[in-house]
């Protein structure tokens, strides 16, 4: 079993030296959908990050896509593009920007979603209107528009038995997907699915009581009685107490602020997503 590395470590990893990283709080338990659920996979779904050697067709993407467009979006503009990356090249591109997972090359397709002002605009200039897109508002609204739509379409791919990580490293390192994907102004990479069939069947991760988040009429903020109730049972999952061991931390929580998700990576990050916005056209 492998440490804990920092984000900037993690550059460096080998890919399965990452997959290990990379993986986190499994429940070893199977749940069963409730009979009186309506969505037939979402009790069972999972981030699979192992693919078969098969295609995904671009027929099915392309049903996806149609359906997941589907999505409300603000003021119906569809405010998202969708780049599709199947090539090998293309694929080997874009892996450092997500710090090499390796999911990136091994997936037969890679979807990177942007929020996308551009298109709207260009649509507006062309009908002799004139655009006033180019502000953080604009960003904001772009990114939930295409991030709804990638839920959505996670949504529907789980229902085909299709398997998909969301890599959050698309806003980590924007910069080398904005330039490997070659994106103008006003589209800035915000989401990315490495798709394929499973080659994999991993244990359900585990999940917070709804009690946990769901608060009545107005926010009740958290005594550490409620901590305890909250997390002890996340923090003795047996795995989580192997991660504590291994990476000589005394509590669970150290492993996020320490090593996963430290504010040194976190500042040096916002740095890069900020120069990349302002590069868009957003700041
Ligand atoms: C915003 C976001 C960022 C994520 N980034 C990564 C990532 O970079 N690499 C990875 O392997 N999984 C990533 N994931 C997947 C999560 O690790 C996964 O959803 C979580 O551990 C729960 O497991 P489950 O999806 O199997 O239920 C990300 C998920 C989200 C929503």
Same mark, same amino acid.
């Given at each position: 079993?492998?440490?804990?590395?920092?984000?900037?470590?993690?550059?460096?990893?080998?890919?399965?030296?990452?997959?290990?990283?990379?993986?986190?709080?499994?429940?070893?338990?199977?749940?069963?959908?409730?009979?009186?659920?309506?969505?037939?996979?979402?009790?069972?779904?999972?981030?699979?990050?192992?693919?078969?050697?098969?295609?995904?067709?671009?027929?099915?993407?392309?049903?996806?896509?149609?359906?997941?467009?589907?999505?409300?979006?603000?003021?119906?503009?569809?405010?998202?593009?969708?780049?599709?990356?199947?090539?090998?090249?293309?694929?080997?591109?874009?892996?450092?920007?997500?710090?090499?997972?390796?999911?990136?090359?091994?997936?037969?397709?890679?979807?990177?979603?942007?929020?996308?002002?551009?298109?709207?605009?260009?649509?507006?200039?062309?009908?002799?209107?004139?655009?006033?897109?180019?502000?953080?508002?604009?960003?904001?609204?772009?990114?939930?528009?295409?991030?709804?739509?990638?839920?959505?379409?996670?949504?529907?791919?789980?229902?085909?038995?299709?398997?998909?990580?969301?890599?959050?490293?698309?806003?980590?390192?924007?910069?080398?997907?904005?330039?490997?994907?070659?994106?103008?102004?006003?589209?800035?990479?915000?989401?990315?699915?490495?798709?394929?069939?499973?080659?994999?069947?991993?244990?359900?991760?585990?999940?917070?009581?709804?009690?946990?988040?769901?608060?009545? #009429?107005?926010? !009740?903020?958290? /005594?550490? +009685?409620? =901590?305890? &109730?909250?997390?002890?049972?996340?923090?003795?999952?047996? %795995?989580?107490?192997?991660?504590? #061991?291994?990476? !000589?931390?005394? /509590?669970? +929580?150290? =492993?996020? &602020?320490?090593?996963?998700?430290?504010?040194?990576?976190? %500042?040096?990050?916002?740095?890069?997503?900020?120069?990349?916005?302002?590069?868009?056209?957003?700041?």
């Amino acid at each position: 079993m492998q440490r804990y590395k920092k984000i900037s470590e993690l550059a460096n990893l080998s890919s399965i030296k990452m997959l290990k990283v990379a993986r986190f709080g499994k429940l070893f338990i199977t749940l069963q959908p409730r009979n009186d659920s309506k969505m037939k996979t979402i009790l069972t779904r999972r981030t699979i990050r192992k693919y078969a050697d098969r295609e995904v067709s671009e027929d099915l993407l392309n049903r996806m896509f149609s359906e997941a467009a589907r999505t409300q979006t603000m003021g119906n503009l569809q405010l998202y593009s969708v780049v599709v990356t199947r090539s090998a090249d293309m694929k080997e591109k874009l892996s450092p920007a997500h710090f090499n997972q390796p999911m990136v090359k091994e997936a037969p397709v890679v979807l990177t979603i942007c929020a996308d002002f551009n298109r709207t605009s260009v649509w507006a200039r062309n009908r002799k209107a004139t655009p006033g897109y180019d502000n953080f508002l604009s960003f904001i609204n772009a990114a939930t528009d295409a991030l709804l739509f990638t839920q959505t379409l996670c949504n529907l791919m789980d229902e085909e038995g299709l398997g998909y990580c969301y890599l959050g490293t698309t806003v980590y390192m924007p910069q080398m997907i904005i330039d490997t994907l070659q994106l103008p102004k006003l589209v800035m990479p915000v989401a990315t699915l490495t798709v394929g069939w499973p080659a994999e069947e991993p244990p359900l991760s585990d999940r917070l009581p709804n009690a946990s988040f769901i608060h009545s #009429e107005t926010y !009740q903020d958290y /005594t550490p +009685a409620d =901590i305890d &109730t909250y997390y002890t049972a996340k923090e003795q999952l047996p %795995e989580n107490r192997h991660f504590c #061991e291994i990476n !000589q931390k005394e /509590t669970l +929580a150290q =492993i996020f &602020t320490d090593i996963r998700y430290t504010k040194k990576d976190n %500042e040096a990050m916002s740095a890069g997503l900020l120069e990349a916005l302002k590069h868009q056209g957003f700041l």
